[in-house]
């Protein structure tokens, strides 16, 4: 779509989403008044330690860039142990306040 020229994002925005297209999985996507739009960056990995091992930095990145990002995964049982919970919610030395990260 980005090729076509069907989305409307700022063009700064569509050069780095082409520059992460084997980061993410999937795109969240809007349209408002006929102009379609990306919002946001999905992950989908088997577990949240997979994700938080080899990705993180991509979804920082994203966000800097006033992306929303959300991660998907299939155990999510990791997300319980307080390094993963405080990614998402802050409150650790490492992640003093919240990412922003939403977790599935």
Known sequence: MIKAGKMFNHENDLKL?????????????????GETHIFGC????????????RDDQFSKN??????W????????????MPKYYAMVNGGSVTYPETTGMVFM
Do not use: C, P
């Open 17 to 33: 989403i082409e520059e992460w297209n084997d980061n993410f999985d999937l795109y969240a996507v809007q349209t408002n008044h």
């Open 42 to 53: 999905i992950q989908v990995k088997t577990s949240i330690r997979d994700r938080v091992g």
């Open 62 to 67: 994203a966000m800097e860039s006033t992306f």
């Open 69 to 80: 990002v959300a991660e998907a995964v299939l155990n999510g049982d990791f997300f319980h």
